[in-house]
C-alpha cells in the first residue's frame, strides 16, 4: 500500500514563499509519476505541477509557472514544490498525487490528504 503524507502548509503574505514536501511510504518511489494538485471549495482540483518518474518531463500549469518548482529526491522518497511570489489566488488545499503511469494526464492513483496553504494580501 502506497501511503502519501504532505507537510509545510500554513499561512503566508502574498510575495511570500513557502516550501511544501511530499513524503511516501510503500510502492518503488523512483518508478512513480509525482504530482501536486490543489483545491478551493467549490472548484475542481486542478494539476499544479508534475514530475515524471525518470524526470523526463516536468509540468506546470500556466499560472504558476516561473513561480513554482517541483523537485524530487528518490532517495528521500519525497516531493517537493517550492512556491514563490505567493498570490491570494494560490490559496487552497496542495495534494500530493503518485501514479505508475508514464505522466499525470491518465490520472493519479494514490493521493495524500492535502495541506492547507494560506496566502493573505
Known amino acids: 500500500q502506497v501511503e502519501l503524507a504532505e507537510f509545510g502548509g500554513r499561512s503566508v503574505q502574498a510575495g511570500g514563499s513557502l516550501g511544501l514536501s511530499c513524503a511516501a511510504s510503500?510502492?518503488?518511489?523512483?518508478?512513480?509519476?509525482m504530482a501536486w494538485f490543489r483545491q478551493n471549495p467549490g472548484k475542481e482540483r486542478e494539476v499544479v505541477a508534475a514530475?515524471?518518474?525518470?524526470?523526463?518531463?516536468?509540468y506546470y500549469t500556466d499560472s504558476v509557472k516561473g513561480r513554482f518548482a517541483i523537485s524530487r529526491d528518490n532517495a528521500k522518497k519525497t516531493v517537493y514544490l517550492q512556491m514563490n511570489s505567493l498570490k491570494p489566488e494560490d490559496t487552497a488545499v496542495y495534494y500530493c498525487?503518485?501514479?505508475?503511469?508514464?505522466?499525470?494526464?491518465?490520472?493519479?492513483?494514490?493521493w495524500g490528504k492535502g495541506t492547507l496553504v494560506t496566502v493573505s494580501s
Open positions: 498525487a503518485a501514479t505508475w503511469r508514464l505522466d499525470h494526464t491518465g490520472g493519479m492513483d494514490y
Open positions: 510503500g510502492g518503488i518511489f523512483s518508478s512513480f509519476t
Open positions: 514530475i515524471s518518474w525518470g524526470h523526463i518531463s516536468v
